[in-house]
């Protein structure tokens, strides 16, 4: 994503580019803290031992899988639309449904 900068001073520049590096940065631990807490509380069922089962780690590994392309491609069909919305929808869409995620990560349940 490219802001248009062209009116702008090359102080105002250098700190709306400070201000998307600090969004994109919190939006990246957002992520990393939905799927950490998504996937522990999905996948881990015992506390015996300091180390993960075998099942569980397989689950924590599959749920992390599928969460980071849910997010890839949550984040596709976010571009796809702005695309369509900036440049007048010449494509005509991708033919079918977007798909969505609740926050509750139902979607990723083993």
């Known amino acids: 994503m490219q802001a248009s900068t062209a009116g ?3 102080e105002d520049e250098r700190r709306m580019m400070a201000v998307l590096q600090e969004l994109q940065i919190q939006d990246s631990m957002r992520l990393y803290n939905e799927l950490v807490y998504l996937c522990f509380n999905n996948c ?3 506390f015996r031992s300091s180390k993960l089962e075998a099942k569980e780690e397989a689950c924590v590994t599959k749920c ?3 969460f980071l392309k849910l997010a890839a491609r949550a984040g596709q ?3 796809e639309q702005q695309q ?3 440049g007048g929808g010449s494509d005509g869409g991708a033919g079918g449904s977007s798909s ?3 926050s509750d990560g139902s979607a990723l349940s083993r």
Do not use: E, G, H, I
């Open 100 to 102: 969505s995620s609740s």
């Open 84 to 86: 369509q919305f900036l």
């Open 77 to 79: 069909r976010f571009a």
């Open 44 to 46: 881990v069922d015992s």
């Open 64 to 66: 992390a899988q599928k």
């Open 8 to 10: 702008l001073s090359a």
